[in-house]
């Protein structure tokens, strides 16, 4: 089965920090995304990525950067968190043509 | 990608067939249409997918309008584990342009 791993499922941060999310695929996949759920706002587009090094903006790609030095894995990375970053990030990965696969999830407060 | 539009809520009972729509009329012709579904605390997990012929697995039946401007997702036989909540998108595999956006979806919930 593949299997989508995100570092943390649950994490506590302050304000000002820098803050660094991973997710792992292990399906040699080409696409990798990340996600932001809110309540009633769905799930957001903040990067995606579709090879080695490349990303491109989502639909809220602002106080967020990314990282893909590998295939297998991609970095969301906040350079100074804030609180209004509180929220649940999801990776998912897929194949070009293929459905995406989700991982479970990483709960952030910034306090 | 298309935008779809999704009612917020539905209700089915139990043992009943649940159908839930999703209206897509601004698709193009090589946009397919997938579903997902989102149960409490989980990531989204993938149901079905289709490009204009009416689409079956062993989660669900993919039905899709003639003009594909709509599609109804049916679970034939709703259980209470089938609470959730299911997101329909549109999408052409194009590379590098993977810009796939999910929306608010609509909440199942299944009545004993």
């Known amino acids: 089965d593949v299997k989508v791993t995100q570092s943390s499922r649950y994490l506590v941060k302050r304000t000002g920090e820098k803050v660094f999310l991973e997710c792992v695929q292990d399906m040699d996949h080409e696409n990798m995304f990340w996600y932001r759920q809110d309540p009633g706002l769905g799930l957001r587009l903040i990067y995606f990525?579709?090879?080695?090094?490349?990303?491109e903006k989502g639909d809220i790609p602002e106080g967020y950067s990314v990282s893909r030095e590998k295939k297998e894995r991609f970095s969301l990375i906040l350079e100074s968190a804030s609180t209004n970053q509180t929220s649940m990030y999801l990776c998912?990965?897929?194949?070009?043509?293929?459905?995406?696969?989700f991982g479970e999830g990483s709960r952030l407060t910034v306090l | 990608d298309a935008k779809t539009t999704q009612p917020p809520s539905m209700d089915c009972a139990e043992g009943r067939a649940a159908n839930l729509p999703c209206n897509h009329s601004t698709i193009s012709g090589n946009e397919y249409v997938y579903w997902y579904r989102q149960i409490h605390s989980q990531g989204p997990q993938y149901i079905i997918h289709?490009?204009?012929n009416n689409e079956t697995n062993e989660m669900a039946s993919l039905i899709i309008t003639e003009d594909r401007k709509s599609s109804t997702l049916i679970l034939p036989h709703a259980t209470l584990r089938d609470t959730a909540v299911y997101y329909c998108?549109?999408?052409?595999?194009?590379?590098?342009?993977?810009?796939?956006?999910f929306g608010t979806g609509t909440r199942l919930t299944i009545i004993p």
């Open positions: 289709g490009l204009k």
């Open positions: 998912a990965s897929s194949k070009y043509d293929g459905e995406l696969f």
């Open positions: 998108i549109v999408r052409v595999p194009d590379f590098g342009n993977e810009k796939l956006t």
């Open positions: 990525s579709y090879d080695v090094k490349m990303k």
